[in-house]
């Protein structure tokens, strides 16, 4: 992903909360997410090209392919262990990041 390019768009600088790999629908745990955190933006990128869907709580949802083409912000319901979704067709692959604001 391009998050560590400072001339992309979606450049950043904050440490993921979550950052990880896998194909078709699954669910993670975020264990520790920074305290001031009001909500968690994604960005996901696919292979083939799709449309995913991240839930936590509430959701967002789009079109992705190798190259991240959008983002979505899911405000931060708690505190304590927080599940995050995402769904794709089972033989899609996909790399998702999830980056903390405090804004």
């Known amino acids: 992903m391009q998050l560590r390019d400072k ?17 078709g629908t699954k ?4 264990k520790s997410v920074p305290a001031g955190t009001t909500q968690i ?3 996901v990128s696919c292979s083939p090209s799709s449309h995913y869907q ?3 709580g ?6 992705c392919a190798n190259v ?9 319901a708690s505190t304590g262990e927080v599940k995050v979704k995402i769904k794709l067709p089972a033989k ?11 804004n």
């Open 27 to 30: 669910t993670f745990t975020l």
């Open 92 to 102: 899609t692959s996909f790399y998702i990041v999830g980056i903390p604001d405090s």
């Open 54 to 56: 991240v839930t936590m």
């Open 68 to 76: 991240v083409q959008n983002s979505g912000g899911i405000p931060l």
């Open 41 to 43: 933006t994604y960005y």
């Open 7 to 23: 001339s992309h768009d979606f450049y950043t600088d904050a440490t993921p909360v979550l950052h990880r790999r896998g194909t």
């Open 58 to 63: 509430k959701n967002f949802d789009g079109p």
